[in-house]
């Protein structure tokens, strides 16, 4: 009887089971999801009203999408809403919240998720809905409910239309009114490479039409923007939940700036404004008919444009319980009475504007020029649009490829644990190197000059076995026993403040297999005025890349739940390998930052005092004072930056037609950089006065200190072109710092590719805005040389984690306001300063 060979009869259907498997493995989730149910199975209807605030949300950032949804069902039932994405290991982060539905009726809930740099990836973002079943309190995602049954499942692209997300080098400015306020000058582009201004560095999205209806529930909706003007609509209207959001996101870092009605007074009121207890502490006097023509330096540089001849102005007095940091004056008018008043709130600021910025004249001929007024308002430099004369048509894209040169590309490489993995693969190299070769040609040709060769076969096994042993001793040995953070921190701390604001990158090597929470939850005690729980939220981070993430980095990748609105911790999956996070963190003092002492090192009462020229002459310093510190560690790189006041309004004259010049592009601020050689260690006292002293170790003294400092960390192309520019890593921190203080790309030479520095995970980390009043900036590294425990507390599984790394440090002392003086033909005074 002949044998059957029963070989095809096993395999094949071994291979239809491994192609199952497989092809689920790399089927995608949300091709997955086919399965799970019909995109609307007849239970809810679904609706995108925005994604993000403003319907703008910014890739590689925190955005808000508010949804709305309506039960067909019988009765009322709780429901969770989800979007589900994608993170860098192939996993799916689901990021939701539950509500109360109700039959035949519309309701908005608010999602946050923290969207990839890879816009490509908007594809896998699904929308989905569930039944609410309710579970234990420790489940992980929406408390007190997890996700049943499946009522409606929708693309966010295909079937909810969602915008495109702006691009990551890209700033964000909201504003709350229908008109732009000369602000559309930020976002010029004009054929450049996404992120990059025409004549600048950065370019800006600028938000218009929002309303206080379109404010978000969470700060976390409000994180892309740098700055909101409040333009039109009564705070009434922003009560609750979004009154406190916006709070948060100004004690974060955020600048709230307010153009006061010309009717009424409810800023200021407090009845009517629940975030009066942040407003500047300043009363209102109405200047009826104000001859307006005086007021032209500080809105536009032209004097030959139509300007309004009159028009009602607010000005501030500061109240007799104001403190310090309370009512700061940012411009004047002519007569000195302050025009722009600001007080600080944690690490942002709220500023009033008393111009009337909303009147037709200034808005129908674009009257309010960005490079005269804006920047004195935000911190900004150089001059942005290009005039043409009368019949002149505008000139081509100005001349030169942009060539962008991410100032932050460090980041990964600074969180990375590649020496672990090096080690790892070298000795698995080298081990198999030397079982190569003794197992083979060295052991054959040993035995055979021993006449053992017929012993070939029993010790290629004994090799196998004891090479087999040692790889697995090896990895045992080599593998990590326990939970490792990597971290880079940046740290900002305003004196005067309670609150303390961290942004930091980890990379959490997590030792196991199976599922790991990670979290940043505690408690909020201390945390400055009106703040809330959560003060840190955490978030899978994928560093920007032009490659796009895989939907399968590992065959195993699954979904993992977020609670969106207080994104805390999550439980995601664990593989023995690194997961890397974002956190960003706000609350009461964590770290001892400097203090002004006295000359003994002792606290002092005696504050940092500014040294007027006058006084000063040629040898005596800028500032005078002492500091201390008592930070866990030396700081390195320690810079001092010293802003005395804004220069003088320049006196309008007749707009220049063509393009920006560069040499028209200075300084706004009167500022000095320093250097501080060596380390500062705690408990050691800095003297400003011999910091700031001319012809020190320091920088040298002279009007230029600060700009000269600023043109040395602009990249520059070199003898590879803009192509090659490389960032040096012990200026991130400056440039993180000074970013919109870097001088613009110069366009009259001939070269024909510029290197522009952009941003893509540290957006709204600059200083710039100090560059509008007086003060005292130090910032410096901790952990450079060896690493240190970090600011930001972490834990995994329920323990505490060691998170060691490098934490940049910025420290701010604000200096009583100073604002610019008015050209003294213009007003027939020198007011204003």
Known sequence: MPKTDLRPALISPLLWVVALVLGAAACPAWAQGEAAGPRAAGEVQVELERFGVGNQARAGDWAGLRVRVMDLGTRQREVIVRLEGLDSDGDRPQYQASMTANPGVWQQTWLYARL????????????????GVASSPGDPGTPGYSAGRVLYRGSLTGDLKASIPVSPTMGMIGVVGPRQLGLQAYARQNQMPQGIHEFGNQASVVVTGLTPDDFPDRWMGLA?????????????????????????????????????????????SPTSNELYDIMPVVTVERRESEPFEAYRPLLTASNTDLFP??????????????????????????????????????TGAIDLVGLDLNQTRLSQGNLIDAEVFWHRVLGRRGQLTEYQAPGQNPSPPARGMRVPVPIDSEIPRTIAKAGRSAAGVLAGFVVFATYWAVAGPVGFAVLRRRNLSHYS????????????????????????????????????HVYGQNTQR?????????????????????????AGAGARRPMGVVASWDPASDQPISVAAFPDSRGYAVDSRAPVRFTAPARSTVKQVQVDWAGGPRWEMPIPVADEGQPTVSPLRLVHRGERGATLPLVSGVLSHKLPGPLTNVVVMVVTQQRPLPMPTPR?????????????????????????????????????????????????????????????????????????????????????????????????????????????????????????????????????????????????AEVLGRTLVRWVYPLPGSPPRFPVRASGSAGGG
């Open 656 to 800: 220049p037609t063509g393009r920006p010049d560069i040499s028209q592009s200075p300084l706004l601020a009167e500022a000095y950089a320093f250097a501080v050689p060596g380390g500062w260690l705690p408990g050691t006292p800095l003297s400003l006065d011999v910091v700031t002293r001319a012809g020190t170790e320091a920088r040298a003294l002279n009007d230029a200190a600060a700009q000269a400092y600023f043109a040395r960390l602009a990249p520059v192309a070199g003898a590879m072109g803009a192509a090659a520019v490389t960032i040096r890593p012990d200026d991130l921190g400056p440039l993180l710092a000074f970013y919109h203080q870097l001088p613009v790309p110069d366009l009259s030479g001939t070269a024909m590719s510029i290197p522009v520095p952009v941003r893509h995970a540290t957006q709204g980390l600059d200083l710039g805005r100090w560059f509008t009043q007086p003060c005292v900036i130090v910032i410096g590294v901790l952990g450079a040389d060896e690493p240190r425990e970090g600011p930001v507390r972490m834990s995994v599984d329920g323990a505490p």
């Open 224 to 268: 892309p923007y740098e700055a909101i003007v409040w333009a039109d609509g009564e705070p009434a209207r922003l009560r609750g939940e979004r009154a406190r959001a916006l709070r948060e996101w100004v004690m974060r870092g955020g600048h709230l700036i307010v153009v006061l009605p010309q009717v009424g007074q409810t800023w200021l």
């Open 116 to 131: 990839p740099f890879d816009t490509g990836t908007r594809g896998a973002f699904m929308l989905y809905v569930y039944e």
């Open 309 to 346: 001849t009159e028009s009602m102005v607010q000005v501030f007095v500061p109240r007799g319980q104001a403190a310090e940091g309370e009512a700061i004056p940012v411009l004047a008018g002519p007569d000195g009475a302050w025009v722009v008043v600001r007080r600080l709130v944690g």
């Open 502 to 526: 961290a942004r930091m990158w980890a990379s959490v090597l997590i030792p196991s297999y199976g599922d790991s929470e990670i979290s940043v939850a505690e408690s909020a005690d201390g």
């Open 457 to 492: 076969w029993p010790f290629f096994v004994l090799c196998a076995g004891v090479f087999t042993a040692l790889a697995w001793g090896g990895a045992a040995i080599l593998r990590p026993k326990r939970v490792e953070v990597t971290h880079l921190t940046v740290l900002d």
